[in-house]
């Protein structure tokens, strides 16, 4: 599934022309999917994913959290995907994943996954590449200053998040 996921993302991105060198942003990015790939094969059955997973949608005592909230985006699939957009984490209390990660390990007596949440951070902002993208159309034209500017925070992202995968996994 994360494979034709993969390959649609590709396509989107392609089509948009995000990237000048796109031949070797998807070699390494099927590259990472190779690394990961046994690890997501290992994921027999679908656990609870919250989908929305921030401060915001949890319920706390004191530095303990005792309950959470608003499911409207919950799936079943690896519970990993809830940490793979942290800056829906930080959103709403800054330097917060430690605390966290803390206790969430202690509510579902569970271990993150490091590298499949660096590749689920990949896939995210592979994904919303495109959409961002189509928000500006009409509002950025193609080719100018702000929109070259766009292009690059795309690039570097990614680059970003494709040579920490490889690096650390």
Known sequence: YLGDCLQNYCQKVSTARIFENQ???ERKVWGAFKKVEP???SINEPEL????????NLIGNEARISGVVDFVWSI???PDLDFRSPTNIHDSANDSEPTLTTEYLKMTKRQPNPSKIDFYRMLIKLELMPVSLNHW???VPWGDAN???IMKTFDLTLHRLLTTFVETN
């Open 76 to 78: 079943g699939g690896d």
């Open 137 to 139: 159309v009409g509002k």
């Open 49 to 56: 994913v919250h989908g929305d997973f921030h401060f915001a």
């Open 23 to 25: 031949s070797e942003i």
């Open 39 to 41: 690890l997501l094969s």
């Open 147 to 149: 929109h070259r500017q």
